[in-house]
């Protein structure tokens, strides 16, 4: 038996429970000791059914990704497999098709806490647009972990203007220190927003969307309308829908002006695809080239931790093994 958090029900929290340790079944799956396992915003829509990738099978153990000890002792980042058995237990099935090793003496809870955010910008950018260092980039909702991670994944990976643009203006005020150039304020009427997105933004090669919604509609018009060569490629990259699941694309964006909308996530980058991008981006993370505002809590205060909302941009990352909580 295993110590791990349960979901019974979409409408309430996982609960920590005691339930059966799960087994391997294929040749290419091995049971890990999970050290740390990040509370992101995929998780939540796993855990509440309203992800595009959920079969409402429950009770379902919760968790996308995080740091296990494989049986021969080795560190490993993995990404759970799509069954209801997620990572958030002391024990885990993993698919080694979907892990990558660890160098030992990393921190289990910075990968855990970096790698779903970081990885949304860093898999975009490398496998769903031909980005050039030198080019102008937009992060549409830079306040949030994602946004904070595209912001100086853009600038590492050689952007040479960086726009972030969100609502809170505390958060906003710190991207400067991340590598920002420029910010912009959504905050009040989205058209006077939207509005001052186009003045600030319109000659970027590329936007790395996480809001979506109105927010996004209300943009796209403004942007390209302004640019001083329309037939200059614009790449819309929706990745997050935190301002809502849709948003009506004005035809004429598509007819005026060289425009492009892509999506990235899983399904439009193959599972072989992320993890070729792993390696490099763990080694980002690990050699501290991209800040990282974590907070970790032992499993078993699941339920608490989920009903209480994370503070200004952490990444909350439960610990759900002996070994890691003795390490903290
Ligand atoms: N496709 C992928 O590979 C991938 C990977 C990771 C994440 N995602 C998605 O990306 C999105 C963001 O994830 P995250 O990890 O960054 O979440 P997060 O840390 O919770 O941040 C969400 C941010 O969105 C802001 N926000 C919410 N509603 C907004 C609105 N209407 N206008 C402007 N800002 C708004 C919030 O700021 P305030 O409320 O303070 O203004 C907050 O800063 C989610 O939809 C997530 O599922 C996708």
């Known amino acids: ?9 979409f409408d309430c929290a996982p609960k920590y429970e005691l339930v059966d340790t799960p087994e391997p079944s294929e040749s290419s799956e091995v049971l890990v000791d999970v050290l740390a396992a990040g509370l992101h915003n995929r998780v939540r829509s ?15 153990i919760p968790g996308i990704d995080g740091v296990g000890r494989l049986p021969n002792g080795q560190l490993a980042y993995f990404v759970a497999p799509d069954t209801s058995l997620g990572t958030f237990a002391e024990k885990a099935v ?18 855990a ?19 050039q260092p030198g080019q102008k980039v937009l992060v549409l909702g830079a306040t949030g972990n994602s946004g904070q991670m595209a912001v100086q994944i853009a600038k590492l990976l050689g952007a040479s203007q ?17 590598g920002a150039d420029v910010i ?14 186009g003045e600030a933004a319109s000659e970027v090669d590329i936007v790395i969307d996480y809001l979506w919604g109105k ?8 942007l390209l309308t302004q640019r001083s060569d ?35 996530g899983q399904g439009s980058v193959s599972t072989a695809g992320y993890v070729a991008e792993f390696p490099a981006l763990i080694d980002a993370i690990s050699a501290g080239k991209l800040q990282v505002n974590s907070v970790s809590f032992p499993l078993s205060q699941v339920e608490e931790v989920w009903n209480a909302p994370a503070g200004m941009g952490e990444r909350v990352v439960f610990i759900p093994s002996v070994e890691t909580e003795r390490a903290l």
Do not use: C
């Open 1 to 9: 038996m295993m110590f791990a958090a349960i979901v019974r029900s």
């Open 46 to 60: 796993q855990a509440n059914g309203s992800h595009y990738t959920s079969s409402d099978k429950l009770p379902l």
């Open 94 to 111: 993993i698919d080694l098709r979907r892990s990558v090793p660890l160098p030992e003496g990393v921190d289990p809870v910075l990968i």
């Open 113 to 131: 806490a970096a790698m779903n955010p970081a990885m949304s910008s860093w898999v975009a950018l490398h496998r769903r647009v031909d980005f």
């Open 162 to 178: 960086v726009i972030g643009a969100g609502r809170d203006q505390n958060r906003l005020n710190s991207l400067s220190a991340l």
């Open 184 to 197: 912009v304020s959504l905050a009040g009427d989205p058209e006077a927003a939207a509005k001052r997105l």
């Open 215 to 222: 927010p996004a509609e209300l943009a796209m018009l403004p």
């Open 230 to 264: 329309r037939s200059r490629k614009l790449t819309w990259i929706q990745i997050g829908s935190v301002a809502g699941p849709t948003a009506a694309v004005p035809s004429a964006a598509l007819r005026s002006a060289n425009f492009q909308l892509v999506g990235s």
